[in-house]
């Protein structure tokens, strides 16, 4: 069973939702560190609390060394014996050295439909761009921002009169129903998920 860690910047919601799947045996892996570049994220509460292990490498300690701060996170993930990385509501960009050395060991969840709005503020940039469809998508991390191999997507539909905030909304309930389904996927079988990316789209659309 591989040793799960997982990077986190927040609320770790997804992390919470990745730690339930796993408690619950969705997921063949055995969490064992919740990493945070913000010492004072409230997610660490909630991977303690789980009694998971937690850590933390404050990225404004590297400020403008990326490689510094990688190898760090690097170093907490090998201290302990980490073999997959699950990158939830994680909002730093890890240097090329450290993607590469991880390379088919770590997956991200962005939240939109990748290839499309990269980068941040998906949700604002969606409804600018008028939008039916939104959704998010958990892919491998790869040294391009946001742009490895997809291994599921979730769309929720766009509603007038949506704002960032209430779209984020939606797009984050499906987020937790995916990211636990392609981690599980993933971990069993990184070749069969890579094969058969999971699609999942939002239950509302599923109404008669
Ligand atoms: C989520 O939308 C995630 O896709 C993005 O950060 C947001 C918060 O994630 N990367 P979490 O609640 O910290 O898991």
Redesign the pocket.
Known sequence: MPRLGIL??????????LLRACQAGEIAAEPVLVLSNRPE?P?LAKAEAAGIATASVDHTAHAGDRGGFSRAIDAALTRAEVDLVA?????RILSDEMVTRWAGRMV????SLLPAFKGLD?HARALEAGCAWHG?TVHEVSAELDSGRILGQAAVPVRPGDSPASL?AR??EM??RLYPQVLAAFAADPAGARATPIALIHPACNAG
């Open positions: 986190i910047s927040g609320g770790g919601s997804n992390m919470v939702a994220a997610g990158c939830a509501g994680f909002m991200n969840i962005h939240p998906t998010c984020a797009v984050l987020e937790h």
